[in-house]
């Protein structure tokens, strides 16, 4: 097939049209904090005098996580040092400073250039929102946790369900609209089931929802709100069959010791959404000031505790207050300490 | 590893414990109860079209309209914007064409359903200039002359709340609280003076509106009073007669002594000078410097404000702008002598002394011009603060003062916004109109506007407020936001973890 040059050429210039174009999207849309730390070190070293040795000055002012502000830290002296030559990263008496401050919404960068007497200022901000948690602190020896998954919606309850013979493990969420199943995929949780909740919605403001499960009954599950109780099936998106009922508020959750089959009862030391709670480990009685065994703080207030594997193992939301993200752990007893 | 079967007996009394009637220890918040509250503003108006930017009542308006108003959306306190009556926007590229799609099925307490219409309507008024909200649907368009990412830190603070004028001239929410009848402020009323000491202070009564779509808030009622003095307010909350106060800064000494839970915000208001552009003196460059650096901030917030304050030497606090930190401000006395010296004999207290004036009430403003005028005179200016009886804005010698001592209160979370309004409040010209969106033009017209010396910070003072042991859930932002309708009483009798002397909550 041959084609005249003029053609060509007019499809050359629609291609690298094309091709800037998407070029210019593609930087537009790096909203990424890296991508605007490097772009405050292009600006930094487009001040900085040529072949000056340089080190930076770097300062976390508890704005991000430590580790992320030093990869943060990483990504501005490689932008710096490729453009100025021979920065290098460092304390001391630096001609580049970096300052890191969170403000409500956003992380603000200050980069501060002293070349001489005189000093230079460069901004870049990013919105607080992307920001990645601190990893979670060690666990006392009795109880054991671990973070089974994070996220900023609100979660009302959630359990986590061991798979047998080959089956994905799997985690069930209920938020105040929808009931979500994941399973574990290598490396990730992945949704498998979104149920919106419909009517069964939760309005209230002190929102009551908590899961049953029963391993017997894998597939099906009971979902009780203040006010009513619900059917539901796990394995499709069938509405829920939701009737008026009274049930009353779970108050903890019996957990069982894989070393010697021992029960306890799991439960809050309470406090409001203010305050970081422990969990606690008592004997199971009726009595609800039975002095606590053992116990283990979690990072903010705890908001429900419930079981999926029958008790081996329990499941507790927390809302992290350092962080404002709903978190859920795998909760386990320990062996031999 | 296997684990071990467990057994029936286990799962028998699994569900003993599963439905035993006990509650999840007092995490579980309890419904019920009224909460008293007192205020110190002297006036109070829920309207926001009425509210002045920048002044010390705006706080106390703002805390009680939000009972009644709700927001587009909200700033939590880990800075993510949190879907209010607006679920979902978007913007364009710029960004200066921002869509907000309304929350269906909420409505105002008669039982209307709220409009696009209604939000824009109620939006449209109090918007700074260049912007402009039109209902398209069930959405909200909001087009912007300049590019705007901070509309949403705008519409997240501030007087940006949603009501509907009534045909009285009343105003109608969807908020957690309705304002009872009998208390009701029509348009024409909203601002109601309270005169200072009297003896029986206005009151609002506010009941938990039980359709709010974001559900009932936990308490039945609050009980407003405001134009308490200030000991009043503290001697109330220990008498069991409020369970939560205002607190002047020089009663936090005293709360904390009596140890009583107080709660601090941020920084939040501004104590400045600002010279007067159409007094002669103020065009002296030379003044203004030397006048600065015999300023001692540091004992005015340490002695004066016996450390319930903060030195300032920018206009936006820290918390704000992220970049306050690099302003300084130091006392050197031996400069500003020097400069002074070298100042002409008629300049600065040779033949008439600087006159200040605060433009602010209270014995705070009148204590601080006090000091700058001691300060002043240990570099040799002569500065005539106000007299004790004759000291607020609307004294006969108002237009001739040649310093004014001004506050000004934080309100909104849009830095470039706030930067903007005080500077139009302080006289400052500022260069890059419109455009303080990025840190680097805030930085930039800050800077300038602080070394022209025309307006010179002096200290930063957060809110404060004392709280009863049973009020539980106060999740108040450190930008002093209160967040009533998550607060709940606890019982009496069942209080546990109230630590007396710290309010938490304020987790930045």
Same mark, same amino acid.
């Given at each position: ?337 | ?234 001697? %109330? !909350?220990?008498?069991?007669? =409020? +369970?939560? @106060?205002?607190?002047? &800064?020089?009663?936090?000494?005293? $709360?904390? /002594? ?104 209270? %014995? !705070?403003?009148?204590?601080? =011009? +006090?000091? @700058?005028?001691?300060? &002043?005179?240990?570099?040799?200016? $002569?500065? /005539? ?117 710290? &309010? ?5």
């Amino acid at each position: 097939m041959s084609q005249t040059p003029a053609r060509l050429s007019t499809r050359i210039a629609i291609f690298w049209t094309f091709f800037l174009f998407l070029l210019r999207t593609a930087e537009a849309r790096d909203n990424s904090a890296e991508h605007h730390v490097r772009e405050l070190a292009h600006r930094v070293s487009a001040e900085l005098p040529r072949n000056k040795m340089s080190c930076v000055a770097w300062t976390n002012h508890e704005a991000v996580p430590e580790a992320w502000s030093q990869q943060l830290k990483s990504a501005f002296v490689e932008e710096l040092q490729g453009k100025a030559g021979d920065s290098a990263a460092g304390t001391g008496n630096c001609a580049v400073s970096v300052e890191l401050e969170k403000t409500p919404t956003q992380i603000v960068f200050t980069a501060e250039l002293e070349i001489g007497a005189e000093k230079q200022h460069f901004f870049a901000a990013i919105s607080r929102a992307g920001i990645p948690a601190e990893s979670a602190g060690p666990a006392t020896p009795r109880l054991e946790r671990e973070l089974l998954w994070r996220q900023g919606e609100r979660i009302l309850d959630a359990i986590f369900v061991r798979g047998e013979n080959g089956a994905a493990n799997r985690l069930i969420v209920l938020q105040k609209d929808a009931l979500v199943v994941y399973e574990r995929q290598p490396g990730e949780w992945k949704t498998v089931l979104t149920k919106p909740l419909g009517e069964a919605s939760v309005t209230q403001r002190a929102s009551r929802g908590e899961i049953y499960f029963s391993v017997e009954q894998p597939d099906r599950a009971k979902i009780v709100f203040a006010g009513k109780s619900c059917q539901t099936n796990l394995s499709d998106a069938s509405a829920m069959n939701c009737q008026a009922s009274s049930e009353a508020a779970r108050t903890g959750m019996l957990l069982v010791s894989a070393c010697d089959s021992r029960a306890w009862w799991l439960r809050s030391d309470g406090g409001d959404m203010t305050m970081p709670d422990h969990l606690e480990l008592a004997i199971p009685s009726t009595q609800k000031t039975e002095a606590a065994v053992a116990e283990m703080a979690v990072p903010g207030p705890l908001i429900s505790i419930s079981s999926g594997e029958g008790v081996r193992t329990d499941t507790a939301v927390v809302f992290n207050l350092a962080t404002g993200n709903y978190e859920v752990y795998r909760i386990a007893l320990a062996c031999g300490q | 590893m296997r684990w071990p079967v467990v057994s029936k007996r286990l799962f028998a009394l699994l569900s003993i414990f599963i439905f035993a009637t006990a509650a999840f220890c007092s995490t579980k918040p309890r419904y019920g109860g009224t909460l008293r509250v007192e205020f110190l503003a002297q006036t109070i108006s829920i309207d926001p079209r009425t509210w002045k930017a920048g002044s010390r009542e705006f706080a106390a308006n703002e805390r009680l309209a939000a009972l009644v108003f709700d927001r587009l959306v909200s700033v939590d306190n880990y800075g993510r914007f949190v879907p209010q009556l607006a679920t979902e926007w978007s913007h364009d590229v710029a960004p200066r064409r921002w869509q907000f799609a309304l929350r269906e099925g909420v409505k105002f307490s008669d039982g209307t359903l709220l409009t696009s219409a209604d939000a824009a309507a109620a939006l449209a008024p109090l918007l700074p200039e260049g912007v402009q909200v039109s209902a398209s649907g069930g959405n909200l368009i909001f087009q912007c002359t300049e590019p705007r990412p901070d509309l949403l830190e705008l519409l997240a603070s501030g007087r940006f709340l949603v009501f509907r004028v009534q045909g009285d001239g009343s105003l109608l929410g969807t908020g957690p609280f309705t304002l009872d009848v009998n208390t009701k402020l029509e348009k024409s009323a909203a601002e109601v003076p309270a005169a200072v000491g009297m003896s029986t202070p206005a009151n609002f009564h506010f009941t938990a509106n039980d359709a709010c779509w974001a559900g009932r808030p936990f308490l039945d009622k609050i009980e407003v009073s405001y134009g308490i003095p200030p000991l009043r307010a503290l001697f %109330d !909350l220990q008498a069991g007669r =409020a +369970e939560l @106060v205002e607190l002047a &800064a020089d009663g936090v000494r005293r $709360a904390n /002594q009596s140890n009583v839970r107080v709660w601090t915000s941020s920084p939040l208001t501004l104590y400045a000078l600002r010279f007067d552009d159409a007094q002669p003196q103020a065009a002296n460059q030379q003044l203004r410097e030397t006048l600065t650096l015999s300023l001692d901030r540091a004992t005015m917030a340490s002695v004066l404000l016996q450390k319930q304050a903060e030195p300032a030497a920018a206009l936006l606090p820290q918390w704000l702008s992220g970049y306050a930190f690099l302003f300084h401000v130091e006392m050197d006395l031996e400069r500003a002598k020097q400069l002074r010296g070298a100042l002409p004999a008629n300049v600065a207290g040779g033949t008439s002394p600087l006159r200040l004036q605060t433009d602010v009430g209270g %014995d !705070l403003a009148r204590l601080l =011009a +006090e000091r @700058v005028a001691v300060n &002043a005179r240990q570099t040799g200016i $002569a500065v /005539q603060p106000p007299s004790k009886v004759a000291h607020s804005g609307d004294s006969p010698t108002a237009e001739k003062a040649d310093l004014h001592l001004f506050a000004w209160r934080i309100s909104m979370l849009s830095p470039g916004e706030e930067l903007r309004m005080l500077a139009k409040a302080a006289h400052a010209v500022m260069n890059a109109e419109g455009k303080l969106s990025e840190p680097d033009q805030r930085y930039a017209e800050e800077k300038k506007i602080l070394e022209e010396r025309k307006v010179m910070p002096l200290v930063a003072l957060p809110d404060y407020a004392g709280l009863a042991a049973n009020v539980r859930d106060w999740q108040a932002s450190p930008w002093g936001e209160w967040r009533l309708a998550d607060v709940w009483l606890e019982s009496p009798g069942a209080q546990k973890n109230a630590s007396p002397a710290a &309010a938490s909550g304020a987790r930045p």
